[in-house]
């Protein structure tokens, strides 16, 4: 919760997508929840046996810059699944507020929010929640389908991302016969059709296989290269949220425990969680050198190579282990600091 | 550990159930040869009580005149004679029907193969050719209309309120409940209300039947809704999906499949309650079969019986194939090969339509006459050799079973026999089994049918403790052994396909007319529900459990005794319970063929005007009967599973 004090976010008029303080409680009389501080302040046992509701979202806040790859990050049952539904209202939030480009997304009616999801948002399931009844083709036309588009016109359109997302020559199977990777696949391009400004996705690996979930994370990095979407992504898996995302915001029941760059969580744990969370990250790969340079010491010798603040630990290894003197970390022509041998093999012998 | 503490403290508190049951029979005994004769509410067959003679005489206040059920009634009876002048009946001032069996062959066989496949296109001709063959030509296509009728009729309602069950929580429990109600009762018990409000006939016989067979429909159309996997439901929302739009894109075509196992259910369930209908004057085979009962002719019985089995099985394969279909869209092969079979029906109805031959099915083959005769002799050899095997079973358990359990439900006071059972329901189901209890028998009380009521129940009570220890037996064995499940579970499945009528039959013909008759077709009706769901329970208890017993050496057993059952023991008492109704069921039909009691009454009153207020009060008899029996039996199961959970917890 302090996450937001510490790691100022995007002016809001950057902002794409905009959440605000945003509470989804389950359970009876679930509105009194954020509105009773008291109540609010309880944690989830103690609120559970005093008023039998779960907060799965709690006074969340964070916006998502456009182009951006925002990654919620928890383990099952700290209510990113539930985030991610509240931002497009599948799930009605109980509190909060909600704006996407500045329109309160709160006090759309239904058929603006239908609309907004019609060509705004798409979706990716876990479990790819596609239609069984319909060939891939047809699945993938099916938004195209809803909002009216003529036969000719959707069929053009799927195609094309069927054969972005490398789909082409499955056009007329059904999904049962597609590998669980293709039929993320066609999750994909069903999300894509509608040309979208925000891709959700909401764990949408965790039912593949490792081999398959590394070669969907590499065709995601691909896509937003490509079509350059805004996407907000779910995941329970650090490795994961490190390779995707921009920013991370790790939950913990419902609430933000820190929000940041993948190196500002390896680097800078904000509490014991996370650093419990972080434990096992290979951190030559995610941290940078700005996080290991120190201030040089008396009577160093300052005319060592020169490195950039942002250079990977791993990269710059080879460097500071075979300079004889430490390495400078250099950024705009200012010094940050030096690195010696024994912060390098800190970082890499941890692992 | 938690678990054991918990037993000991129950142990503590109170003695086990068993003991308690135990000894409230043994004093009921002691106590009924005290006051035995006492109270014991006794009418004879053709004794009425003033609530008979009120009923009897206001049977014509409820329906005849009022707009409404006259409206109904007439709406239903169009539609019933419009199918009869289509397939059955001579119409249009022409000596036969619109359609010949040429015609109706063809048109069924090709709904056969475009709905299912060609496999039971075969079976659907064959069928129908063999009942023709029969010389039960016009009374089958009268039962095939009526079904036809209801069934059409029937999923007109069913299918959108199972929709709305599906969508709504509200609804759904609703539904529950009012489902769970109607199907613990009878087929013959919709009869009776039914003729208040739409006399006899036709137009009566298709409304109980539709009423009867809709709850499959809602139940599963609104199970199919429910079970949508929601990421479907959820990504159509996502991307911008109405309401109408999810509902007629996703969540029904991915409920088809169960829909239409609904549906072949609702089409069992109406085939057997049209031929029940005949006792309020339905055409078709259930006359002809009620008829040869009635004039002990095996012969005809067994005949009819027949046909209705062969259509039964015919109706049951094709539904089943069509559910089994798969998403596809045809190929452009098969759209052709349909269009060709579409000319070739066409050819057909034409043909059916001009020719004698193809309209009314040729009579010269007459295997029905030759199938009565040799199934009368079957019978007669079978009396002549087993003769005094089968009547010693039959009187050997009615004299050393049946009547002693008998004498003392009728010969016990009425107060007695009630403060027993609701004690009883007491000490197995807690308030939710004694308070529905003693309602029931107050009710009981007062329709002055109380000893009849007695006597159904005896025989009732008898058969399900032969019903519950055969499905046991057969159901722990197929839980346990997948290949005599998997010979074991079509035979079930035929065997719940059957309308109860027909079981009556071949009993008939082993035991003659009496209670035994009706015991036996009633244990044989019900076994095959009660293995299925004792089976389903073994089954699914977690293979890890029974592992565990056998790596710490339990023999075969004790795995069954101190493992499997005790883990299965609400799918025990749940077949239990589904035992009871369906033997409570084919004992009420046992009526007909010397069962007497309940049974016998309803049926009079359909045959008496004067006994036609009994009629009534012995069906909601049965009724009460019913409800009480499944009450206690619930309320026992819910119990059974509060003590799991509470183990569970600590």
Not at chain 1, 283 to 291: H, I, N
Not at chain 2, 47 to 60: C, I, N, V
Not at chain 2, 187 to 199: E, I, K, N, S, W
Not at chain 2, 570 to 585: C, D, E, F, K, P
């Amino acid at each position: 919760m302090t996450a937001q004090l510490e790691y100022p976010d995007i002016q809001d008029s950057d902002a794409l997508l905009s959440v605000q303080g945003l509470w989804k409680v389950f359970g009876p009389k679930a509105q009194r929840v954020p509105r009773r501080p008291e109540l609010a302040a309880l944690d989830r046992t103690e609120l559970y046996a005093k008023t039998g509701c779960t907060a799965a979202v709690r006074d969340l806040s964070f916006d998502v810059a456009p182009g951006e790859v925002f990654v919620v990050m928890g383990l099952s049952g700290s209510g990113k699944s539930t985030l991610v539904r509240c931002l497009t209202r599948l799930i009605e939030p109980t509190a909060g507020g909600l704006f996407f480009e500045g329109e309160d997304l709160r006090a759309a009616d239904e058929k603006r929010l239908r609309a907004l999801r019609r060509s705004k948002f798409s979706m990716v399931f876990q479990h790819f929640g596609l239609l069984p009844h319909r060939k891939v083709i047809d699945n993938v036309s099916y938004g195209l389908e809803i909002r009216g588009e003529s036969k000719p016109d959707r069929r053009r359109r799927a195609q094309e991302v069927i054969d972005l997302v490398g789909l082409a020559g499955n056009e007329h199977l059904y999904p049962e016969q597609l590998s669980g990777g293709m039929q993320q696949r066609v999750g994909l391009a069903r999300a894509l059709a509608n040309d979208p400004d925000v891709l959700l996705f909401d764990e949408p690996f965790s039912a593949l296989d490792p081999l398959i979930r590394r070669e969907m994370q590499t065709e995601v990095v691909r896509l937003h290269r490509e079509v350059g979407k805004t996407m907000v992504f779910i995941t329970h898996d650090l490795s994961e949220a490190l390779k995707l995302g921009d920013r991370i915001l790790l939950m913990r029941d419902g609430a933000a425990v820190q929000l940041g760059t993948g190196d500002e969580l390896v680097g800078a744990p904000a509490d014991d969680y996370v650093r419990e969370f972080v434990r096992d990250v290979q951190r030559a790969d995610v941290l940078t050198l700005r996080w290991i340079a120190r201030r040089p010491r008396d009577g160093e010798p300052l005319d060592g190579p020169e490195l950039g603040p942002d250079v990977l630990v791993r990269e710059a290894t080879r460097l500071v282990l075979e300079a004889d003197r430490p390495v400078k970390v250099v950024s705009n022509g200012t010094l940050l600091g030096v690195i010696g041998d024994e912060e390098i093999l800190a970082v890499v012998a941890d692992n | 550990m938690a678990a054991i503490t918990s037993d000991v403290e129950v142990e503590v508190r109170r003695p086990r159930r068993s003991v308690v049951v135990g000894v409230l029979l043994v004093v009921w005994v002691a106590a009924y040869f005290v006051l035995r004769g006492i109270d014991t509410l006794v009418l004879g067959g053709q004794e009425t009580t003033p609530l008979h003679r009120w009923l009897t005489d206001h049977r014509d206040d409820v329906g005849q005149g009022n707009v409404f059920f006259e409206a109904i009634r007439i709406v239903v009876d169009h539609f019933v004679v419009l199918l009869q002048n289509v397939i059955s009946q001579p119409s249009f001032d022409r000596p036969v029907p619109v359609i010949g069996w040429l015609g109706v062959v063809a048109i069924s066989a090709y709904c056969a193969w475009a709905f299912g496949n060609w496999k039971v296109a075969v079976l659907t001709a064959a069928g129908l050719g063999f009942v023709g063959l029969q010389g039960l030509w016009q009374e089958s296509m009268d039962t095939l209309a009526l079904t036809v009728a209801a069934v059409l009729l029937s999923l007109l309602f069913a299918i959108p309120l199972g929709i709305w069950a599906g969508l709504s929580n509200r609804a759904f429990r609703v539904a529950t409940l009012v489902l769970d109600l109607m199907q613990t009762l009878p087929t013959f018990v919709y009869l009776a209300p039914l003729t208040l409000f739409f006399a006899i006939g036709p137009a009566a016989a298709t409304i109980a039947t539709l009423i009867y067979a809709a709850p499959p429909a809602v139940r599963l159309t609104a199970h199919a809704i429910r079970s949508v996997p929601p990421e479907s439901v959820e990504a159509a929302r996502s991307l911008g999906s109405t309401r109408g739009q999810t509902l007629l894109k996703v969540l029904l075509p991915m409920s088809r499949s169960t829909v239409v196992v609904g549906i072949n259910q609702t089409i069992m369930a109406a085939l057997s309650m049209v031929t029940v209908a005949a006792l309020i004057d339905a055409p078709g085979l259930g006359q002809t079969v009620l008829k040869a009962l009635q004039t002990l002719d095996v012969g005809v019985a067994f005949n009819a019986g027949l046909a209705i089995v062969v259509i039964a099985i015919v109706l049951d394969r094709v539904t089943t194939a069509a559910g089994d279909r798969p998403w596809r869209t045809a190929s452009l092969r098969r759209k052709v090969l349909l269009g060709a079979g579409a000319l070739a029906v066409l050819v057909a109805v034409w043909f059916s339509r001009t020719y004698v031959w193809a309209a009314e099915f040729p009579s010269d083959a007459n295997v029905g006459s030759r199938i009565a005769v040799v199934a009368t002799d079957v019978t007669n050899w079978v009396q002549d050799v087993f003769g005094g095997f089968t009547y010693g079973v039959r009187d050997a358990v009615t004299i050393g079973l049946l009547n002693p359990l008998e004498a003392l439900l009728t010969g016990s006071p009425w107060w007695l026999v009630s403060a027993v059972v609701v004690a009883l329901a007491a000490v197995l189901g807690g308030w939710r089994g004694a308070v529905p209890a003693a309602v029931c028998l107050v009710l009981l009380v007062a329709t002055g049918v109380w000893q009849d009521s007695m006597v159904t129940l005896a025989s009732t009570l008898l058969a399900t403790v032969v019903v519950v220890a055969v499905g046991l037996a057969l159901g722990v064995w197929s839980g346990r052994n997948r290949r005599v499940d998997t010979w074991i579970r079509p035979v079930l499945d035929a065997g719940q396909t059957m309308p109860p009528f027909v079981y009556l039959v071949p009993f008939l013909a082993l035991f003659g007319t009496s209670r035994f008759t009706a015991i036996a077709a009633a244990v044989v009706f019900a076994v095959p529900v009660t293995t299925k769901i004792v089976a389903d329970g073994i089954k699914a208890v977690p293979v890890a459990t029974v592992e565990a017993a056998n790596s710490v050496g339990s023999s075969a057993w004790q795995v069954i005794s101190k493992v499997q059952l005790p883990v299965a023991r609400r799918a025990i008492t749940l077949a239990v319970n589904q035992g009871l109704i369906y033997v409570l069921s084919m004992v009420v039909v046992g009526g007909l063929v010397g069962a007497g009691a309940l049974g016998y009454d309803v049926a009079a009153g359909f045959a008496q005007s004067e006994l036609y207020g009994k009629g009534l009060a012995a069906g909601l008899a049965i009724v009460l009967l019913g409800v009480m029996l499944d009450r206690i039996t619930q309320a026992a199961a819910r119990r059974t599973q509060n003590f799991q959970n509470r183990g569970d917890m600590r």
